[in-house]
């Protein structure tokens, strides 16, 4: 018999980072017993007068939120970094080594309601979500002592989120931390051999092979990366070959919205469930140099495996070997693109 990806155990190589999965799809003949049960889903008011993040409500500083009507952005009030803190370097024997390092962390909220995430937010009102994600990275970039904005939303209780208030974050730090490091690295290296854009050449064979698409518009593609570690693993990338968030035009920012709302909406599908993640987008640095070897993209990676409640764990072998995942990214994006785009809760109020 000869080697193919949906029979026999393989590791995949992702280009970007260089790091390898290991993938094996016999596996997903076994028998499973464990649990498949939804999880009970909590109705949330529209307000809740306890959310920090609710309009007009009180934060642990003791500021008050002001009665936003769409979105709203504060800095952190329990900050990971600031920029008040002393500058300096710790090293003993070349093998311990800190360096302080600063920067800015604000707390985005993408609707005064309280009851709503992503995928059940109108495109208008994620657009507004963009536009603000434009802004703190044109703002924040702009600082000279900042030279990456990493955008970021993490997502559910088991994702360790504090509050179902939709909300993301955005840390703004000196220096460019290890993912996106590693991936302009690897963009950087491609570009220089090709002269092509890594992610937009990755585009074209995903768009001829389309296994691995979830949603497109003319714009945009959502789809489970080759390469993927997470069980419904998925990267939007940006069909024109651009850097950064500015760049969009009126048309490209529309059809972002439309593109996280279709994904998430069969995320929330896929297990009737709101769907737990860690997302965020990569994009270039904010040092002034020039970063033509970038492209924008947006990570999902949602935890769940099998249903509402059982999630994969990254444990044993993982954590000492390389990841390693069951189904088959093209099975996890057959999965994804054959569910309804109608958000799970509209059907319900339909009926
Ligand atoms: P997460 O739930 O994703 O952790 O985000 C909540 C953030 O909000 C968290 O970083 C901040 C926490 O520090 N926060 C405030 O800035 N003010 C508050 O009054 C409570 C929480
Ligand atoms: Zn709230």
Known sequence: MEFNLTDHPHRRYNPLTGDYVLVSPHRTKRPWQGQVEKSEEEKRPEYDPDCYLCPGNERAGGE???????????????????????????????????????????????????????????????????????????????????????????????????NPHPHGQIWAQSTVPNEPATEGKFQ?????????????????????????????NDHFVALVPFWAVWPYETMIISKRHIQHILQFNDEEKTAYAEILQQLTIRYDNLFETSFPYSAGIHQAPTDGLDH????????????????ATVKKFM?????????????????????????????????????
């Open 64 to 162: 008050i939120n002001p009665n936003y009507q769409n979105t709203f952005v504060f800095t952190n009030d329990f900050a990971a970094l600031n920029q008040e803190s002393p500058s300096g370097t710790y090293e003993v024997g070349g093998l311990l080594r800190a360096r302080s390092e600063t920067g800015i962390c604000r707390v985005v909220c993408f609707s005064p309601r309280h009851d709503l995430t992503i995928p059940e937010l109108s495109v208008s009102d994620i657009e507004k979500v963009i536009k603000l994600w434009q802004d703190e990275y044109r703002i924040l970039g702009a600082n000279p002592d900042i030279n990456y904005v990493q955008i970021f939303e993490n997502k559910g209780k088991m994702m360790g989120c504090s």
């Open 188 to 216: 950087g290296d491609y570009y220089q051999r090709n002269r092509r854009s890594l992610l937009a050449d990755y585009l074209k064979i995903e768009m001829k092979e389309r296994e691995r698409i979830v949603v497109e």
């Open 292 to 307: 033509t070897e970038w492209h924008f993209h947006h990570h999902f990676y949602p935890p769940l495996l099998r249903s």
């Open 315 to 351: 444990v044993g072998y993982e954590m000492l070997g390389d990841p390693q995942r069951d189904i088959t990214a093209e099975m996890a994006a057959e999965k994804l693109r054959s569910l309804p785009d109608v958000h799970y809760k509209n059907e319900a109020t339909k009926i």
